[in-house]
């Protein structure tokens, strides 16, 4: 199974943390926006899309990207990591899920954990997560990881 993992992690290495665990189970490639080639995810059987959150976003630079790809079918994954707790009325993922199925994508499951943030009012405790992603997350990160490649989808 071909997989690609197009990931931005800018400020402490979280989101790409997290990709690799799951790139490890999925034998996939971990490359940026600005090194994929929109041809190989055409190309790829599973996509994975993953940053970081930036005042309850993910990244520009991925959402952009995906705005840019040509319709198609395909299975596809949101993945981010963030210092403050996902709102369940308003998933940091849903509005990138949202990009994907309108482009034609089959998306199968999305993942978020906690992570080591030092966004402006953070900074002034020295950040907060500190030790995020643990263990246990890049476990739970691998574990998605396994379900999509069994073809088992998300957890309930």
Known sequence: MKTVIVCV???????RRVA???????????VTPEEVD???????????????????????????LVTTLP?????????????????PPAPFTRPLVRRLEARGLRVEGSFSCRAFDTWAPFRLVGGINKRRPDAGDLGAARAFAERLRDGRGPAS
Do not use: K, Y
């Open 9 to 15: 992690s800018v400020s402490h290495g979280n989101t």
């Open 20 to 30: 690799d665990a799951m790139a490890g189970v999925l034998g996939a490639e971990v």
């Open 71 to 87: 319709a198609g079918r395909g299975r596809a994954f949101v993945f981010a990591t963030s210092g403050l707790p996902e709102l």
């Open 38 to 64: 929109v041809g190989e995810l055409a190309a790829a059987d599973l996509v994975g899309f993953g940053s970081g959150v930036f005042l309850g976003r993910l990244h520009p630079r991925l959402t952009e």
